[in-house]
């Protein structure tokens, strides 16, 4: 069965760094997103990828991050210069429109 | 703006019985879609249940069934026969009908269910 596939599964970075994680959503998905769930919190939406641009972001995405789908099947967020605050588990998920979005597996970014 | 309420930030159920968790949304739209999620300890988060709002028929899937209540923006998920495996966070969520390529879901804070053996 077709899956999201995630990478790192966990990221330890110091404060101002920059990362990327990284995304390889299912192989005939068209539509692409990135969700941030800060631990015991709710899942929160940061942005939407379609047509190779952005087609929604949230108040949360703002110039410090940035998507890119380089290739045919990777689809990446980097955070430019980390804060404690980007501490979360960082959700990318995949779908056709009208149908189930699929999540990967998440990694869990902590910053120091 | 759509915000969707899970008011039971916990509950508990005993094995084999049945337990419903509560979720309410709030939107002018009249074309969505809503789901439960269901987040284990390893924080994947799987689908559970869809429920398309222009559908009046309650979706079910095996052991588990909604309670849509369009006019009441209420939505409601049934577990039967309750297994330790169904142990994790629920999230209710929420897509307005897409717009120019979007399908953002709204989540709910989540509800810890405990399953007593």
């Known amino acids: 069965e077709p899956e999201v596939t995630q990478t790192p599964s966990h990221q330890v970075t110091q404060m101002g760094q920059e990362v990327i994680l990284r995304c390889v959503p299912i192989?005939?998905?068209?539509?692409f997103y990135w969700y941030r769930q800060i631990l015991g919190q709710k899942v929160e939406f940061l942005v939407s990828?379609?047509?190779?641009?952005?087609?929604?972001k949230s108040e949360i995405f703002d110039d410090q991050f940035s998507v890119e789908r380089p290739d045919g099947s990777n689809f990446t967020l980097k955070i430019r210069s980390t804060k404690l605050e980007d501490s979360a588990m960082y959700f990318c998920?995949?779908?056709?429109?009208?149908?189930?979005?699929?999540f990967g597996p998440g990694t869990r970014l902590t910053v120091l | 703006a759509q915000t969707v309420t899970q008011s039971q930030p916990e509950m508990s159920v005993q094995e084999a019985e049945t337990v419903t968790l509560s979720c309410t949304y709030d939107?002018?739209?009249?074309?969505?879609?809503l789901f439960w999620y269901k987040q284990p300890p390893s924080r994947q988060m799987i689908l559970v249940i869809r429920?398309?709002?222009?559908?009046?028929q309650n979706a079910t899937e095996n052991r588990f069934s909604v309670n849509f209540q369009k006019a009441a923006k209420s939505f409601s998920l049934k577990i039967s026969d309750s297994q330790l495996g169904d142990a994790a966070m629920y999230f209710c969520?929420?897509?307005?009908?897409?717009?120019?390529?979007?399908?953002?879901?709204?989540f709910g804070k989540g509800m810890k269910l405990t399953v007593n053996p």
């Open positions: 998920a995949s779908n056709l429109l009208y149908n189930e979005q699929f």
């Open positions: 192989s005939n998905h068209l539509y």
């Open positions: 990828f379609y047509n190779n641009e952005i087609s929604e």
């Open positions: 939107t002018s739209e009249s074309d969505y879609y």
């Open positions: 429920q398309e709002a222009y559908k009046q």
């Open positions: 969520a929420f897509i307005e009908a897409p717009q120019g390529g979007s399908e953002k879901l709204v």
